[in-house]
């Protein structure tokens, strides 16, 4: 079965990421690197998050993310949403709305807590809409105040 790999190219800093990603999600690590004896540009880099499969290399300036790709990231608990907004947005990472975020280098990132969709699938439409309506005024996800969206329709 073939498998298939998210491949990251970034318009520089590559390296950066992959060492920001791995240290920022357990079970991850870097398999194999390679970059230009010169320069220090990455060539090519092969890394697991949390025992997924990514590549990545540096392309140059013309490669460039848009907000119609991002890594969304399947949350626990406050705690998980938390930790993950905190190091994705740090050192000119930017805050969104509704969850996402992009870091530092320009990659977009959800961050939802599990129960989300969860709360958002009751058959009940007054709950759901109560829930949708919360999370549409938040930048990161807030737990407690879709429970309390939630339990007050």
Same mark, same amino acid.
């Given at each position: 079965?073939?498998?298939?790999?998210?491949?990251?190219?970034?318009?520089?800093?590559?390296? %950066?990421?992959?060492? !920001?990603?791995?240290?920022?999600? #357990?079970?991850?690590?870097?398999?194999?690197?390679?970059?230009?004896?010169?320069?220090?540009?990455?060539?090519?880099? !092969?890394?697991?998050?949390?025992?997924?499969?990514?590549?990545?290399?540096?392309?140059? #300036?013309? &490669?460039?993310?848009?907000?119609?790709?991002?890594?969304?990231?399947?949350?626990?608990?406050?705690? %998980?949403?938390?930790?993950?907004? %905190?190091?994705?947005?740090?050192?000119?990472?930017?805050?969104?709305?509704?969850?996402? !975020?992009?870091?530092? &280098?320009?990659?977009?990132?959800?961050?939802?807590?599990?129960?989300?969709?969860?709360?958002?699938?009751?058959?009940?439409?007054? #709950?759901?809409?109560?829930?949708?309506?919360?999370? !549409? #005024?938040?930048?990161?996800?807030?737990?407690?105040?879709?429970?309390?969206?939630?339990?007050?329709?």
């Amino acid at each position: 079965m073939r498998k298939i790999t998210t491949f990251i190219t970034f318009d520089g800093h590559g390296k %950066e990421a992959v060492d !920001l990603y791995t240290a920022t999600f #357990k079970n991850s690590k870097i398999i194999s690197v390679m970059t230009h004896p010169e320069t220090g540009t990455l060539l090519h880099a !092969l890394f697991t998050l949390d025992g997924q499969h990514f590549m990545a290399m540096d392309g140059g #300036k013309h &490669f460039t993310f848009t907000d119609g790709f991002s890594l969304f990231i399947d949350c626990k608990s406050q705690e %998980e949403v938390d930790y993950y907004w %905190e190091k994705l947005t740090a050192d000119g990472g930017a805050p969104g709305s509704c969850g996402w !975020l992009k870091d530092k &280098f320009g990659v977009s990132w959800q961050v939802v807590p599990e129960i989300l969709g969860q709360l958002i699938a009751d058959p009940n439409p007054a #709950k759901s809409q109560a829930v949708m309506q919360a999370m !549409l #005024k938040m930048g990161k996800i807030n737990i407690a105040e879709l429970q309390a969206a939630y339990d007050k329709a």
